[in-house]
């Protein structure tokens, strides 16, 4: 089992998030996780991750930052220490509150690389609006 420092990873970088559970294989970046994908994501305060849904289970672990979260019908603050569950097909969103650096980690499944993003519905999109 590999282990390795998160700066080890830094050539999967994709704007502000780092792709930890892929390699740099002789064709480019593969998923070394078939079952599953992992990022590490740092967002700046008042950026955010717009209302989306997608054939994939995810699952958000909060590091640092507030923010607002979406999942299904329902919007929370979460901080350190929060976990947010997104199941399969349910719109979700996240929002940075506040001045410090959102870090989380985000897992998939299956792998985000599968499973392609889709605008939320136009009643999630009013909702977020409102946040």
Known sequence: M????ITDFIHNKKGNSVL???????????????????TYV???????????????????????????VLT???IKE????????????????????GNETLRFYAFNSPPASTCPVVPASEEHLWKWRSV
């Open 2 to 5: 590999p282990i390795q420092k």
């Open 20 to 38: 930890l559970s892929a390699v740099k294989g002789s064709n480019g970046t593969i998923d070394s996780i078939p079952e599953m994908s992992v």
């Open 42 to 68: 740092e967002l700046q305060p008042g950026e955010e991750v717009k209302p989306h849904t997608h054939n994939r289970a995810e699952v958000y672990v909060f590091l640092t930052g507030r923010a607002k």
């Open 72 to 74: 299904g019908s329902e």
């Open 78 to 97: 979460v901080t350190t220490g929060d976990v947010a569950l997104a199941p399969i097909g349910t719109a979700h969103a996240i929002k940075v509150i």
